[in-house]
């Protein structure tokens, strides 16, 4: 009789450590999703700096693109900001280029003239699901490519500022990390 009740209360006690192990990881999750800083923008020549959460940045004027991507098969709808509501954040007017840098190291360099031929998105979720890392999350610089011919969507001219795992932009700082 000893041995059945205390199999059975070694049952509740596996239960109640994985019941408060599921809830750490669930709230774990929500808190790294809602909580943390996720993307700073800086303007160099004035020295503000704004860092975002991702509530802080969905609250900001939102805009939807339907397009291809080069690394997906089909077309998918993004939903982000535009990188001009971002670069007002910090008065980045006048400005003469971004860097824009990436969890994996990768940099590049966007000139003046390039943000006004193309309107660039800093995109955090695909039709209607937010972008996790798997998938180069959560924020993907892009732009639209409806335009661009599929023989011409892989050319290095059109992807070179396309940028995944997006964590930082530098307003008029003249180099890249």
């Known amino acids: 009789m000893l041995i059945i009740i205390k199999n059975k209360t070694m049952r509740k006690n596996n239960v109640t450590i ?38 802080e940045l969905r609250v900001l004027e939102s805009a939807e693109i339907t397009t291809l991507l080069p690394w997906k098969k089909q077309e998918h709808r993004y939903l982000g900001v535009y990188l001009e509501n971002i670069i007002r954040r910090v008065d ?41 890392r798997r998938h180069k999350g959560p924020l993907i610089l892009m732009r639209d490519l409806s335009a661009v011919s599929i023989d011409d969507i892989h050319e290095l001219n059109v992807v070179i500022n396309l940028v995944w795992f997006v964590e930082s932009i530098d307003i008029n700082c003249g180099i890249t990390h």
Request: aromatic share 12%.
């Open 92 to 132: 980045g007017h006048g400005l003469e280029a971004i860097h824009v840098h990436a969890k994996n190291a990768y940099s590049v360099k966007i000139t003046a003239a390039e943000l006004q031929q193309h309107k660039y998105m800093l995109a955090y979720a695909i039709d209607d699901e937010a972008i996790t």
């Open 18 to 55: 994985r019941f408060i192990s599921v809830l750490l990881t669930f709230i774990s999750f929500f808190s790294y999703g809602t909580d943390n800083t996720i993307f700073k923008v800086e303007n160099c020549k004035n020295k503000q700096a704004v860092n975002f959460t991702m509530p």
